[in-house]
């Protein structure tokens, strides 16, 4: 609008109003609430296509309420106030800080824990007869590793050693088997996050295309059955058509697959891998991957697999790193644990 019809406009307006306020004060009071008008639409311009931003930290914070209440209901009933019992092998800082989140996690809940700190030079031996006295300890409901362990430890018989049903990790081969068949057990905490973000998110699944960047035993491949399985059955899964990446998915390929997606979920460890032009517009994107880099003023700080800042500006829904995914696993542990709990007194009971 220009300013000669603005004060033509105001002319008319003074003249009708006999001049109750001056040409000038009108012209003013027009040309500011003018570009204030202008300041909001461009606002609102400029923000329409930003995603979504799933705020795992606060939908953990509400998962850890509900698990309050349900834990008093549990106790009240004359059960015992469930055990969890955490094992770190080494002196990782990012393992322990992790392990401090899950105990400062229990604590808030109220389930009873203990955190086992073993040394660097621990035997696989060693290590496994620690598991093998939590596992016969009727007073302990929940059993986890911290991983990754040294590398003179094999994993996958790490966690098959921790029996079935204190597997709240859900690592067991029997727990990931049950998940592949279907059958009830226990889901591992990191894709039982994933599932529970998208659908306290709302985010439509059934008939959908997702991909799944990462075929980890212990993430990539559970989300992938998660995502992919029936929702009527045991796992009540999200019916949607899963396509799995990896490390020798090629560069063109990747892309290809993460362009047709309505939902994206990485899992690599490799920062920026997802880049806006590998989205489409709309689309879901769930980052697991978490690494710590170093910025060029010398400070660490943690980032994902997704170049935030520009794929947020096609995506419909994201995830920060941190505040994501990291919070939503550790509120699934905690269920996992209260569920463990509750599932061995139903067995004491029979």
């Not at 092998?89 to 800080?97: F, T």
């Not at 295309?209 to 995502?227: C, D, E, M, Q, T």
Request: charged fraction near 25%; hydrophobic fraction near 40%; glycine fraction near 6%.
């Amino acid at each position: 609008m220009s300013k000669c019809l603005i004060r033509a406009y105001v002319a008319t307006v003074c003249i009708r109003k006999k001049q109750m306020h001056s040409p000038m004060e009108l012209y003013s009071t027009f040309w500011k609430s003018h570009e204030q008008n202008l300041k909001l639409r461009l606002r609102v311009k400029q923000n329409v296509n930003m995603a979504q931003i799933i705020d795992g930290k606060s939908m953990a914070n509400e998962i850890h309420s509900e698990l309050c209440k349900e834990l008093k209901e549990f106790v009240a009933n004359g059960n015992r106030v469930p055990h969890l019992t955490a094992i770190i092998v080494g002196e990782d800082p990012a393992s322990q800080k992790y392990v401090e989140k899950k105990t400062q996690a229990c604590k808030e809940i109220g389930i009873s824990s203990r955190t086992i700190v073993l040394p660097n030079s621990t035997t696989q031996a060693e290590l496994l007869d620690v598991i093998d006295k939590e596992n016969k300890n009727e007073s302990v409901n929940g059993i986890l590793v911290q991983l990754p362990v040294p590398a003179h430890i094999d994993e996958r018989t790490v966690c098959n050693a921790i029996i079935a049903s204190k597997d709240v990790d859900g690592f067991n081969e029997i727990n990931i088997g049950r998940l592949a068949l279907d059958m009830n057990g226990i889901v591992p905490a990191t894709p039982l996050g994933v599932k529970t973000m998208l659908e306290r998110a709302n985010i439509p699944t059934f008939n959908r295309n997702a991909v799944v960047v990462g075929r980890s035993k212990n993430v990539g491949l559970p989300l992938s059955i998660l995502l992919h399985s029936d929702g009527t059955h045991a796992t009540k899964g999200l019916d949607a058509t899963v396509t799995i990446c990896h490390r020798n998915t090629p560069a063109k390929e990747l892309a290809k697959y993460c362009r047709q997606a309505d939902i994206i979920v990485v899992a690599v460890g490799k920062p920026g891998l997802i880049t806006k032009d590998m989205v489409k517009p709309g689309a879901c994107v769930i980052d697991v991957g978490i690494t710590r880099i170093q910025d060029e003023g010398g400070k660490y700080k943690l980032v994902g697999d997704v170049d935030f800042d520009e794929v947020r500006q096609v995506a419909g829904h994201i995830t920060p790193v941190p505040g994501g995914v990291g919070p939503m696993t550790v509120a699934m542990l905690m269920k996992n644990t209260i569920l463990a709990a509750k599932k061995q007194a139903a067995d004491q009971s029979d």
